[in-house]
């Protein structure tokens, strides 16, 4: 989808995986949210979890910025303008996290870690349905919902623009940057969540983003992005289950 650069990749998985995987959730979520018996502990847990890790998140930006050298963004300016957007984005995505925990607690508790009060996998709603409905939710929301999707830049392009009046810094024209940076226009298949141009006169042509995005390379790339985390997810699941089966024999 070319969002972001190669060179990123580290950085992101650090920002967005570590902090939120073995920061947020064993510190701070599994504490809170105790047995998995209480809704408002879970929704608690969920809200300042997300909170915390998008906090973390965008200091280390911050920190790596710093260590790049990239004297456009000076530290303390950096600083006060990417905290507050981030915290108001880690609300809404907390929100949004307690809302699936909740609708999983009420539907399949035994799912949630540590809830002493699990039903027996006959219950009330059968797990293929649950996963039936979670299927059909990402189905819309990638392939009709990322039609919606904002035009207005995101926490670090705000604060870049805010601290620059750009909202992307100016791309190195020699080194590795630029080198990976041709790879991945090369091998980006849908770059930008859209389909490539058929030519340069029809990339210089291309109309400036419209809000709603109707348009079937971003339907397209909304779909195939949520196949591929699905794909991963059950290769980790039935790893992770092929290796507790392997430790137990």
Not at 15 to 21: A, E, Q
Not at 124 to 141: C, E, R, Y
Not at 227 to 238: A, K, Q, R, S
């Amino acid at each position: 989808f070319a969002d972001g650069g190669l060179l990123a990749l580290g950085c992101n998985i650090w920002n967005l995986g570590i902090y939120p995987c073995f920061i947020a959730y064993p510190l701070i979520y599994k504490p809170i949210a105790g047995n998995g018996t209480s809704t408002q502990r879970l929704s608690m847990a969920a809200i300042l979890g997300a909170l915390i890790a998008l906090q973390l998140g965008a200091f280390s930006v911050v920190l790596e910025t710093l260590l790049s050298g990239k004297s456009e963004l000076p530290f303390g300016t950096f600083v006060l303008f990417m905290q507050p957007i981030h915290l108001a984005i880690g609300l809404v995505e907390g929100f949004v996290t307690a809302g699936i925990i909740s609708y999983v607690q009420n539907a399949r508790p035994e799912f949630l870690e540590n809830n002493d009060t699990s039903r027996p996998q006959a219950s009330d709603i059968p797990v293929k349905n649950i996963l039936i409905a979670f299927v059909i939710i990402t189905g819309i929301t990638g392939g009709t919902l990322s039609w919606f999707a904002s035009t207005q830049p995101d926490g670090l392009e705000w604060s870049i623009e805010k601290i620059t009046g750009k909202g992307e810094l100016a791309l190195q024209e020699k080194g590795i940057a630029s080198v990976l940076q041709g790879i991945q226009e090369k091998t980006a298949f849908l770059p930008d969540y859209n389909f490539q141009p058929t030519s340069p006169a029809a990339a210089r042509d291309e109309k400036p983003a419209s809000w709603p995005a109707v348009a079937a390379g971003t339907s397209v790339a909304g779909l195939l992005g949520s196949t591929i985390v699905l794909g991963l997810v059950l290769l980790i699941g039935f790893g992770i289950r092929s290796f507790k089966k392997r430790q137990s024999s």
